[in-house]
Nanobody
């Protein structure tokens, strides 16, 4: 059974930064594709970005150039560095294992 635990969410002013972490249990983490999704109130869950086992990334157009996904295989953890945050980035952010596992989510609120 895979468990994913997100952390690092919170309240930040527009233009600010946050870094989310997702700690994963289970074996062979380095061989697993991972990703981040988000869901704003009243909206569908949407892809933020993905990171392959080899470290390759791709991003949704709305966050490209502002958000960066990385991974530390020694710590079974992926990260989401979010810069230049906007109010429309407010959402619950979810970690995702491409084999079909979800974390519980962490709230990010961008507001002055």
């Amino acid at each position: 059974q895979v468990q994913l635990v997100e952390s690092g969410g919170g309240l930040v002013q527009p233009g600010g930064s946050l870094r989310l972490s997702c700690a994963a249990s289970g074996s062979m983490f380095s061989m697993r594709g991972m990703g981040w999704y988000r869901q704003a109130p009243g909206k569908e869950r949407e892809l933020v970005g993905l990171i392959s086992s080899g470290g390759g990334t791709n991003y949704a157009g709305s966050v490209k150039g502002r958000f960066t996904i990385s991974r530390d295989n020694a710590k079974n953890t992926i990260f989401l560095q979010m810069n230049s945050l906007k109010p429309e980035d407010t959402a619950v952010y979810y970690c995702y294992d491409l084999r079909g596992y979800w974390g519980q989510g962490t709230q990010v609120t961008v507001s002055s």
